[in-house]
């Protein structure tokens, strides 16, 4: 088989997992399952072969991402019900001295979806969002424009969100500095959409959902004390935002360290130890318990009102429910991104690979904006096939990784699939449906404020990623 026919047989699993997914109606998992075993039998790798490098790829997958993202769903359950969400919300109010509140939720979903799986960052902050439109008489369109924005960019390029740390592992980049610079692209790429897309998305007017606003009054004024969420016993930002920050900060300056003192010294075993993704949740998701000490009643009383279990024990809900329920809402995104991995692994073990390094490895050695365009564009195809930024990001980095080095560093490489995923957000994805739902969004509203949004990000993202490695920092 020739490289034509290697590109056909992608392209016809891609249109298979459509059909699937979305005519068929055959569960994400088994549909990748399926897909994942007709490429390998049409590659060329035989039934045993084919089983087995699926096999390979499901498991080596969650064995790098597993605990990750249920810790990071931990941590997620415990920010609800200590009402960590709303005062990193009410930070982001008073910094904005309650001018441009569609930032507001936008940023707390920035920073929020960065360890938290983004299906659950939305499902934290959409009644945030309602309430604050409400309250200051926004639109929906604008507000549900930037808070989407926000969480998916961070879900998309900033690990260890867990379908982009999967492409960082993968791609054999330096973690920490993934970290660091993915944020800075993402930031910059949020900031400049908001600034020349916000004018656009005020030009009509969305209410927000009703049963998620009812009671809140219409604030009568700019006064900043009528627009925070007010609710007994908050906890200040700083401390909303420990168990976030602390697993970024220990992974960035665990990589730093690393990379400025002697391979194998105390130091740089200590940064090593602090920096692995899974001590640096873990301390995350500990901070938790202790905050969640200090804001008992707090967690006592989300537990009755949104959880509906009056009789739970404090200790129990700390130690055992926040864990149970972290496992149960990172279930399905950990099958998914597991066989994501094992598709992924057929396209990495073709033999037919080869032809596509030698065909593209001339561009990609060429120049850094083509070493840039070819990652970020196959992000693109593989998004706007499959609607899942973790399975087109690992397709698009396990499609890279057979291409072997490239004009510019596997960070960058990482960084322009990420960005890629981002660029078509439309009715194939799951998210997309979700963020309508929460939002109240008809589909043209949502690609308008979700598809098209989105895209400007992507674009503005790859700009910002080619200006900073066109300098040779990264």
């Known amino acids: ?9 992608i392209a016809i699993s891609i249109v298979l997992m459509l059909v699937l997914i979305i005519k068929v109606d055959l569960h994400p998992i088994i549909s990748l399952f399926v897909v994942a075993l007709f490429a390998g039998l049409a590659l060329g790798m035989g039934p045993l072969g084919t089983i087995a490098q699926i096999n390979k790829g499901f498991g080596s997958t969650l064995q790098d991402i597993a605990l990750a993202i249920i810790l990071g769903s931990s941590i997620a359950m415990a920010i609800q019900d200590t009402g960590a969400a709303k005062s990193i919300t009410n930070f982001f109010v008073k910094l904005l001295k309650g001018k441009n509140l569609e930032l507001a939720p936008a940023l707390t979903a920035f920073l929020i979806s960065i360890p938290v799986f983004s299906d659950i960052t939305m499902i934290l902050t959409a009644p945030i969002a309602n309430v604050i439109a409400k309250r200051k008489k926004m639109s929906m369109s604008t507000v549900t424009a930037y808070t ?3 969480l998916n960019l961070t879900h998309a390029i900033v690990p260890p969100t867990p379908g982009i740390l999967a492409v960082t592992l993968l791609l054999g980049a330096n973690l920490g500095m993934m970290i660091m610079w993915s944020t ?8 400049i959409t908001w600034a020349i897309t916000k004018k656009w998305t005020l030009k009509e007017y969305i209410p927000p959902r009703a049963d998620m606003s009812d009671g809140i009054e219409e604030a009568k004024s700019d006064d900043i004390n009528e627009l925070l969420v007010h609710e007994k016993g908050l906890p200040n930002a700083f401390v909303a935002l420990l ?4 697993p970024v900060v220990l992974m960035t300056i665990g990589s730093v360290i690393q990379l400025n003192v002697v391979k194998d010294s105390f130091i740089y075993n200590f940064a090593g130890v602090i920096s692995d993704k899974v001590v640096a949740l873990s301390l995350g998701a500990f901070s938790n318990v202790i905050i969640g000490y200090v804001y008992k009643e707090n967690i006592i009383r989300a537990n009755k009102e949104i959880h509906h279990d009056a009789d739970c024990k404090f200790r129990s809900i700390v130690l055992n429910k ?9 279930l399905l995104p950990l099958l998914i991104t597991g066989m994501g991995g094992a598709f992924s692994s057929i396209i990495k073990a073709a033999p037919q690979i080869q032809l596509l390094k030698d065909a593209l490895g001339g561009a990609m050695a060429s120049g850094t904006i083509m070493a840039i365009l070819i990652p970020w564009l196959i992000g693109v195809i593989m998004m706007t096939a499959v609607g899942s930024m973790t399975t087109a990001g690992m397709t698009a980095a396990a499609i890279m990784a057979a291409m072997g080095p490239t004009a510019v560093s596997p960070l960058v490489t990482c960084i322009a699939i990420g960005v890629g995923t981002m660029m078509i957000d ?13 939002f109240n969004l008809n589909v043209k509203q949502g690609v308008k404020y979700i598809t098209v949004i989105n895209a400007v990000g992507s674009l503005t993202g790859l700009a910002v990623l080619i200006l900073i490695a066109l300098t040779g920092i990264i």
Do not use: E, K, Y
């Open 322 to 330: 926040w864990v149970a329920r972290g496992v149960a809402a990172s």
């Open 243 to 246: 168990p976030i920050l602390i």
């Open 426 to 438: 439309h009715v194939n994805d799951s998210g997309f449906w979700t963020t309508c739902q929460f």
């Open 148 to 150: 989407q924005l926000g």
């Open 184 to 191: 800075i692209v993402s930031f910059a790429a949020f900031i």
């Open 1 to 9: 088989m020739g490289l034509t026919g290697f590109l056909a047989v």
